[in-house]
Structure formats: structure tokens, C-alpha cells
């Protein structure tokens, strides 16, 4: 007999508790970094191109030109203006300057990650390594509790770019694969939008993420990042804070896994495009490479038994392909929650015309886990107790 799956899917407000920024404030927090005399910015130009490109963009009529309406100050809208602009013939910026405008923005996303999404210090001496951002570790425990004592299949899709779940998952040594490629991992974790840990290889032009375990098992034990840090690279430590882009500094290291170049053979620029693959909602080059992710968000999407929604609010910038899928299959599903704190009743009217049950539940993610256990008949206290003995669980909510 086939085994019942479960299917979570994560939007930006699942990273909201961890600190992350929302799709629709994420320029403005953007620019409260740029603006914070405290904060040593390294890709600042980026921030300041940015922030220039929109202003031109905005006041050149762009609008009419593209022939829709932007939300200019949602992340993924001005990411898709970007990226569209590129295949515009005749446009009175160079094509030149067009590129520079979506890597300086993929930068300017990296960095606001990284300023913003706190990867806690364990607070159990012995324990010396960074939590998950809040409540991923719990979640991940309750993940691990699911494959170990139930009869469920679990798969995972998430929207944000952040490493946050893939670092959570890690923690609990669950299996876990990106499907780029034809393996076929225990736990499917897709990120149709790319991820941060993620390098193009300029040698085959495939995708490979960088494993976290890479550069030894523990290089993301907290004392040997700072002590890598300090000694290395000259910085001050920024407990906590440094995760996201501190991973790329594993490029010097990494190998490809299907052409097998690596950066010490060579200088890195051969080998890696410096930016992460990440990509806007929009149909692009980029987004076509990305199309054997879609295709299995599809597939987990039509075989789901459960699906829970976390964060996610349907932004019609994913042309809503993620609501027609669920549309299509709604009615099959046994279960169908959405997680969201927000109880404007935007989610619910968007759901009004349709006749096939759903949850919605105005719960943040870390307060939504426990009813999560409860629904599948676990035991959340002792779910609970694991992570605090793992160190997981105790990350300050924000
Ligand atoms: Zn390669």
C-alpha cells in the first residue's frame, strides 16, 4: 500500500519569526540597513544601484512600457521588473547596465538575509553550534518524530530564498535532496525560486548547491566560524548573523559535483558565478533551468494526501501556478491548512468561490507546530523535550 504524504509549503512568512523580511517590506528594511551607520555593508554599491535603478525605472514610464501594474516596493515584483526589462529591445539603458541591475539585487538580497535572519547560538554549552533561525530546529524535530514513529511521507516546498529549513534539516541528519538532479532523496526539498546555497557552474552550466558539511562536518560549529573569521579573513564575529553569506566563502572549496571543476584549479570567477541561483517568480531563462523543480512541485502538489501552507499568501506574481495546482486537486486532499497569522480575511475571500474544504488557522509558524503534532496524533512534549536536548528549540522568537 502506498504510504499517505504529507506536504508542507513554506512562503516568506514561515522566515518571519527568524527575522527575515516579508516579500512587501523587504526594500524598505533594505534600505534601513543601508541607512544603519552600524552596519558595515559589503555590497553597498549594490544597495545604492538598486535603489537607483528603481527610481530611474519608476519615474521612465516603465509601467506602460511592461503593461502592468508594479508593487515597487515588493521584492519579488521589482526582482521580475528586472529581469523582464533584459529582453527589451530598444530600452534607453544599456543591456549592460540591465544585468548589473539583477546581480546588484541578488546581492542586496544575500545581504539583507544575512542582516536580518538570526541564526542563534546554542545556549547548551557543549553544544557549540548556531540553531536554525526560529522555529525551524522545532520544526525539523517534529519532521523527524513524523519519519521515525508514522507511516507518512513528507515533502517540502518553500519560496524563500534563505537556507534556514535546509540548515534545520541538517541539524537532525534527515535526508534530504533539491532535486536538480536525478537523485532521489528520502525528503524532496523544492525551492522553485533557487536558494542562496546554490552556485551555477560556468564550466557544465549546472546548478549545485554548496553542502553545508563541505568543508568538514562542523565547519558551521559557531567557535570554528568565528575563530575562520578572526584569524582569516581579519573580521569581527557577528554572532549569529553571518550564516548566509558565510556559505559562499565555501566556494574556494567547492567542487562540482557533475564536472567535478573545482575552484582551487583555477581562479573561482572560471568556475562560479559569484551571485547565488535565485530567480523571480516570472518565466525567464533562469527559471527554465529551474523547470525539473517545477515539475515535481507539480507532482507533490497532485499526490499530496495533507497539505499544510505556512507563510504563504498566493502573490499573484507566481502568476498563482502554486493556486491552480492546488485548485486542481483540493478536492482530494484529506486535509488542507493554511498557517497565517494575518486575519484580514484576505486569505479566506480568496478561497470563497471554492467548495472544497480548508483550515485556516491565524497562527505564526512557531505556535502553529504544536497543533501540527496534534493533528498527526504526536506527542508534542516530547517533541519539545528532543529539541531542547538538541539545542533546537530555544531560538527568541522575534
Ligand atoms: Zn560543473
Request: aromatic share 12%; with cysteine; glycine share 6%.
Amino acid at each position: 500500500m502506498e504510504r499517505e504524504k504529507i506536504l508542507f509549503i513554506f512562503g516568506a512568512g514561515a522566515s518571519a519569526e527568524g527575522g527575515a523580511p516579508l516579500m512587501g517590506n523587504f526594500l524598505e528594511n533594505a534600505k534601513k540597513i543601508l541607512f544603519d551607520k552600524k552596519i558595515v555593508l559589503k555590497n553597498k554599491d549594490d544597495f545604492k544601484r538598486v535603489f537607483g535603478a528603481i527610481d530611474t525605472l519608476r519615474n521612465g514610464q516603465i509601467e506602460e512600457k511592461l503593461n502592468k501594474k508594479i508593487d515597487w516596493d515588493n521584492i519579488e515584483s521589482v526582482f521580475s521588473v528586472f529581469e523582464e526589462i533584459q529582453s527589451i529591445e530598444d530600452f534607453p539603458i544599456s543591456s549592460e547596465d540591465r544585468k548589473s541591475f539583477s546581480r546588484s539585487l541578488i546581492r542586496l538580497i544575500l545581504e539583507t538575509l544575512e542582516q536580518s535572519i538570526i541564526f542563534p547560538p546554542s545556549v547548551s554549552t557543549g553544544l557549540q553550534y548556531h540553531q536554525p533561525p526560529y522555529p525551524y530546529g522545532l520544526f525539523a524535530t517534529l519532521l523527524d518524530k513524523i519519519n521515525k514513529t508514522t507511516a507518512y511521507e513528507i515533502s517540502l516546498i518553500t519560496f524563500n530564498y534563505d537556507f534556514s529549513l535546509d540548515y534545520a534539516l541538517e541539524r537532525l541528519h534527515l535526508q534530504y535532496g533539491y532535486f536538480l538532479d536525478e537523485d532521489h532523496p528520502a525528503i524532496p526539498l523544492l525551492k522553485p525560486h533557487g536558494s542562496l546555497n546554490w552556485v551555477k557552474c560556468n564550466q557544465c552550466g549546472r546548478i549545485s548547491p554548496i553542502p553545508f558539511a563541505e568543508y568538514g562536518q562542523s565547519y558551521f560549529d559557531s567557535y570554528k566560524i568565528e575563530k575562520h573569521l578572526t584569524n582569516e579573513l581579519g573580521k569581527e564575529p557577528q554572532t549569529g548573523k553571518i550564516m548566509h553569506s558565510e556559505i559562499r566563502n565555501l566556494l574556494d572549496k567547492h567542487k562540482c559535483p557533475y564536472c567535478c571543476s573545482k575552484a582551487e584549479s583555477s581562479p573561482k570567477p572560471i568556475f562560479w558565478n559569484e551571485e547565488p541561483v535565485i530567480i523571480p517568480p516570472i518565466k525567464s531563462k533562469n527559471y527554465e533551468k529551474l523547470q525539473i523543480i517545477h515539475d515535481k512541485v507539480k507532482e507533490e502538489i497532485g499526490s499530496a494526501d495533507y497539505i499544510y501552507i505556512i507563510g504563504y499568501s498566493f502573490p499573484e506574481s507566481d502568476n498563482n501556478y502554486i493556486r491552480k495546482y492546488i485548485d486542481e486537486n483540493a478536492k482530494k486532499y484529506k486535509r488542507m491548512i493554511l498557517i497565517n497569522p494575518d486575519d484580514d480575511k484576505s486569505l479566506e475571500n480568496q478561497f470563497e468561490d471554492h467548495n472544497y474544504r480548508r483550515e485556516i488557522r491565524n497562527l505564526r509558524f512557531g505556535g502553529s507546530i504544536i497543533t501540527i503534532a496534534e493533528d498527526l496524533g504526536l506527542d508534542f512534549t516530547e517533541i519539545k523535550i528532543m529539541a531542547d536536548n538538541l539545542g533546537l528549540s530555544i531560538g527568541l522568537p522575534i
